[in-house]
């Protein structure tokens, strides 16, 4: 993972759809497989902090993200 340093204050804004389809993380981004979202599943072990958000992150989550 690269690192950034970005003034204070700045906002960020990550597409979910571009980062969930980066084949760096996800082998075959564009193929439907649902099970490679199970908690259990090992090419979930090694993925970096999210490169899988689907509710978002930080102070502003979605209020949804309790209902996985």
Known sequence: ??????????NVVMSQF???RDA?????????????WRPNDPRNL???????????GGPRVCIGAGFR
Request: glycine share 2%; aromatic share 22%; hydrophobic share 30%.
């Open 24 to 36: 760096k993380y996800f082998p075959e981004p564009e193929r439907f497989d649902p099970d490679r």
């Open 18 to 20: 571009i980062t969930h």
């Open 46 to 56: 090694s993925l970096p902090r999210f490169a899988y958000f689907p509710f978002g």
């Open 1 to 10: 993972m690269e690192n950034y340093e970005l003034p204070a204050e700045t």
